[in-house]
């Protein structure tokens, strides 16, 4: 099976990086991930003029999320450009690097001459940039006049303006956009402790991991079918060998992944590998190209048909009749459930819910 992808003159091996963060903070870190998760890509974590001062605890999670106020890297400049890097490329042999980069237009005036001896490509995060566009254009030609290396914008979810966002990075020389940033201001609170669990001095903190996949999924989507010409690296919310292909699907040609990582384990990344060519065998296809080039189809419908029951399949469990919102189920002991023709709204939650695939909307 090929994993390999290829886009703006980078070749990666397999479409799985690591997105910007804790687990790329440094040069021994990016070399575990390069060499024991095998990853096709090594994305550095975001670098900026000055080093951030980051709250303790800066980073909680759950089973679905990660919630951070952590920032950008909490080492200088100086240290990337005198000990990290140059003990990464020693062993970097033919996996691009791309350098995460932030924020504003006089801190890439600064770090791009810098930095790019070291990169493959560069990775902008526009996190503070907000929504003006007009500024988003001058950071990207300002960046564009320093470097001839592919640039990635990393596009906010708070964008007001995804098509926007991707039009104007395009005509001020971005190859691509990574899509999405951290969701939020979001907020974790400790009832017992009447307090914040992890947050800034504003009480806040930012959500990354599979929560904020379907997010994710359609502005990558959104982007992609508005300038197709544009590479999209999809991250936020990967997880599975699935996930990436429904990114791919979606519209990118690599994803990232982080925050699963930190909730499941950083063996993950390895399963993931592991996993693809099964699953992309499963649904039918010989490459990650092949998954590239397919289009998702839009089938859209008005009318349904009363949803399906099939009895060899049913345990009876009762989760479709508790969960339906209009109370169109009956259901007894052992008994496969009814729908009332006149109650039943068709809306399919019944079908989504079912654990066996017992429900049909289907004729």
Not at 50 to 70: L, Q, R, S, V
Not at 204 to 222: D, E, H, N, Q, R
């Amino acid at each position: 099976m090929d994993l390999s992808t290829k886009f703006d003159g980078l070749m990666l091996k397999n479409p799985l990086m690591p997105a910007a963060g804790p687990l790329v903070g440094d040069a021994e870190k990016m070399i575990w991930l390069k060499d024991v998760a095998g990853l096709g890509a090594i994305v550095a974590k975001t670098i900026s003029t000055k080093m951030a001062h980051i709250p303790h605890p800066c980073i909680i999670g759950d089973n679905n999320a990660i919630y951070n106020c952590e920032l950008w890297t909490e080492y200088s400049k100086e240290k990337w450009i005198n000990e990290f890097l140059p003990e990464y490329c020693k062993h970097k042999g033919d996996v691009p690097l791309i350098l995460s980069v932030g924020y504003t237009k006089s801190d890439m005036e600064e770090l791009i001459p810098l930095l790019d001896p070291f990169a493959d490509a560069f990775e902008v995060s526009t996190h503070y940039v907000g929504s003006d566009l007009k500024t988003l254009a001058d950071t990207v030609s300002t960046i564009r006049s320093l470097t001839k290396k592919p640039i990635y914008m990393k596009i906010s979810p708070h964008m007001p303006d995804p098509e926007g966002f991707a039009r104007t990075i395009k005509e001020n020389g971005a190859n691509g956009v990574v899509a999405i940033n951290s969701l939020g201001p979001t907020m974790a609170i400790d009832i017992e402790k009447r307090s914040f669990k992890a947050a800034n001095d504003k009480g806040f903190v930012w959500m990354s991991g599979p929560a904020i996949k379907p997010v994710a999924l359609a502005t990558v989507y959104t982007i992609k079918q508005a300038e197709p010409s544009l590479t999209v690296i999809g991250v936020g919310g990967v997880a599975s060998a699935k996930d990436v292909i429904e990114f791919l699907l979606a519209g990118a040609s690599a994803v990232g992944m982080l925050s699963a990582a930190m909730i499941r384990g950083k063996e993950l990344y390895a399963k993931i590998l592991a996993d693809l060519p099964k699953e992309l065998e499963k649904y039918g296809f010989k490459s990650i190209q092949d998954v590239i080039n397919a289009s998702l189809v839009k089938n859209v419908k008005y009318e349904a048909h009363l949803p399906v029951v099939d009895a060899n399949k049913c345990t009876h469990c009762k989760i479709c009749y508790n969960n339906c919102p209009y109370f169109a189920i009956e259901m007894d002991e052992n008994v496969v459930p009814v729908f009332d023709n006149e109650k039943c709204f068709r809306c399919g939650l019944c079908e989504s819910r079912c654990p066996v695939k017992a429900i049909s909307m289907k004729k």
